[in-house]
Structure formats: C-alpha cells, structure tokens
C-alpha cells in the first residue's frame, strides 16, 4: 500500500491499467477565482506498451502475406476492448497515439508486402483513411465523458 498525494497535482497513481492525477481547473479560476482539482485518468504507460505490444504481435513480418483485411479483422477485436475500457477518461492523446501507432504498423506491413513491387508514391496511399476504408476500427473520437453528478 502506498499513501499518494493528490492534492495540488503533486503525485499520480497507477490503478487498474490507469494512471489518476489531480489537475488544475483554468475555468474555475478565470471565471470565479477558486482554485479547483479535479480527478483526470488515462491509460497508464503499462497499459500503452501492452497494446502496442499486443499490435506488433498482429503486424509481425511473418502476415506480410496474408490480406490486409485479414489483419484488420484481427486487430479490430483488440482495439475496440481496449478503447472501449478506457474510453471514459481523459485519453484523447493516448487514444490518438495508439491510432498512430497502428497505421504506422499497417503500413510497413504493406511496403514489406509489396517489396520490390512498391510503385513511388504508393506508400502515401496507405493513410489513415485507406485502413479506415478497409474496415479498421479507430479510436479516435470514440472518448465519452462521464456526466457530471
């Protein structure tokens, strides 16, 4: 058991896959001159190398030859749970790194493919849209807030 500061912002903690730091509210302070702190949590470090972990897995060279509607398909199982786990919390960055992360993985993935074969240009082609047109599941906008009590 460890006793963690969170007043001020002074010291986080990781729990359950996420990381909980006390932010300052810039609003309550412009608009009524209060200072306030609220309780902000994303994806903690561990659980971000598990995913990108888990995503190196599924886009190893070994799959350069299967489809990659093949490799979608089983990457999109993965993404969905973990975004839908830490979807209630102040993950928009992480979320839009992890998206980053996986067409990145996906694109090299098709340059090995395609080997020799890669027309100039090509590589450009296979954007972030490109995958999303293929069926890939984004993260990206899928955050929702918990209301306010």
Not at 129 to 147: D, E, Q, V
């Amino acid at each position: 058991t460890k006793v963690v500061d969170l007043r001020e912002g002074r010291e986080g903690l990781d729990f359950l896959g996420c990381h909980f730091r006390a932010q300052f509210s810039g609003r309550m302070w412009e608009k009524y001159g209060k200072i306030c702190f609220y309780l902000h949590r994303w994806p903690s470090k561990a659980a971000m190398k598990r995913l990108r972990d888990k995503v190196r897995e599924r886009t190893d060279r070994r799959r350069s030859g299967w489809d990659i509607r093949d490799v979608i398909a089983d990457l999109n199982p993965i993404l969905r749970g973990w975004g839908n786990y830490f979807r209630t919390g102040n993950a928009a960055r992480k979320f839009r790194s992890a998206d980053e992360y996986v067409v990145w993985r996906l694109r090299r993935l098709m340059v090995k493919k395609r080997g020799c074969n890669l027309r100039r240009g090509q590589r450009q082609e296979w954007a972030e849209g490109w995958f999303a047109g293929h069926g890939l599941y984004r993260l990206r906008g899928t955050i929702r807030y918990p209301k306010a009590a």
